[in-house]
């Protein structure tokens, strides 16, 4: 078996060498705003839930607003109230 | 006594007679004075280059990113001299360097300036790599490496042998180590760090380093021994 030593010398030899040359510049940028862009959208996506629940509530409230409204000027509305101010 | 020629060496000293000993020492301070020059000059390189890397630093954290890209162009092949000890896959060599730059673009807020850019980059490097290697362990992706192979060696100098291939042998002879001891080891012997900056690189205490090499080195023995008795059979 090889000592320690001819480990060293190894390493040594291996420090020599160069690595391959890259250029990653590009595509970091890329990756970068490709990420920016992903976080931007993320962060749209509790308005939307935000905007969609208040829709789901705000229709329903303005449903029964309505028919609130409608019942409260029927006539049978009209002859109760006038009863209430006889009877006062 | 040596006369020197008034109008040569010591113009400063025409026609003056200047013993040996003092001629020497005269160019003594002339050759420190030039090399004090050139130390100042090359300061000031560096001063005016640390002064643009802290001025693209900050441009970047603003989100500029010619200035992050001059920031990449300057260290990329720092970067990708530490990672090729991580792996020789080019393909996953370059995909581990871009991981550096993101990583580090997306912690640039946490860079204090104490140190230089190169060595917070190198930090990050080694981690990026370190958590490379533990994922290619859970997924039990070892290189093959016999160690017959490395028996078969030849015992003369390894001087001879070309970088590449000790660099190759080496990262697949480590690669039989668990990732903490590959790690302790790649940058103690292939990196050639020091205990004091392999603590930086990989952020563990300079004691903690000093024992991990130690448990390291043991377990690469006992492979050796475990392999020296297979080879016996």
């Not at chain 1, 078996?1 to 060498?17: G, I, P, Q, T, V």
């Not at chain 2, 003056?16 to 100042?40: H, N, P, Q, T």
């Amino acid at each position: 078996m090889k000592n320690e030593r001819f480990l060293e010398a190894l390493a040594a030899r291996a420090r020599s060498e160069s690595p391959p040359a890259v250029d990653v510049a590009g595509r970091v940028i890329a990756r970068l705003s490709a990420q920016q862009s992903r976080i931007e959208r993320m962060a749209e996506k509790p308005l939307l839930w935000l905007a969609a629940a208040s829709s789901a509530v705000a229709v329903p409230a303005v449903i029964i607003a309505i028919m609130v409204y409608n019942a409260s000027t029927g006539p049978l509305y009209e002859i109760s109230q006038a009863i209430s101010w006889v009877t006062q | 006594m040596l006369s020197y020629p008034s109008n040569m060496v010591f113009p400063f000293l025409p026609g003056r007679l200047v013993s040996f000993r003092d001629g020497r020492l005269l160019l003594e301070l002339v050759y420190s004075l030039m090399d004090s020059e050139s130390i100042a000059e090359d300061r000031q390189q560096t001063n005016t280059s640390l002064a643009a890397e802290i001025e693209d630093v900050r441009l970047s954290r603003k989100g500029d990113s010619d200035a992050y890209t001059r920031l990449i162009k300057r260290h990329q092949s720092h970067i990708s001299r530490i990672l090729w000890r991580f792996s020789r896959d080019k393909l996953v060599h370059e995909e581990l360097v871009q991981d550096v730059f993101v990583e580090a673009y997306m912690s640039l807020h946490s860079y204090r300036q104490e140190a230089p850019f190169d060595h917070w980059l190198s930090r990050i490097a080694t981690r990026v790599g370190y958590r490379y290697w533990k994922q290619q362990a859970r997924r039990h992706e070892t290189e093959s490496f016999s160690l017959a192979e490395w028996d078969q060696l030849p015992d003369k100098s390894p001087d001879e042998m070309d970088a590449g291939r000790a660099a190759e042998l080496l990262h697949r002879l480590l690669g039989q180590l668990k990732p903490r001891d590959r790690l302790v080891l790649t940058l103690r012997y292939l990196e050639g760090c020091d205990v004091a900056e392999t603590a930086r690189r990989t952020g563990w205490t300079k004691s903690m380093v000093k024992v991990q090499s130690l448990r390291a080195r043991k377990r690469l023995e006992k492979l050796f021994a475990q392999a020296g008795k297979e080879l016996k059979r």
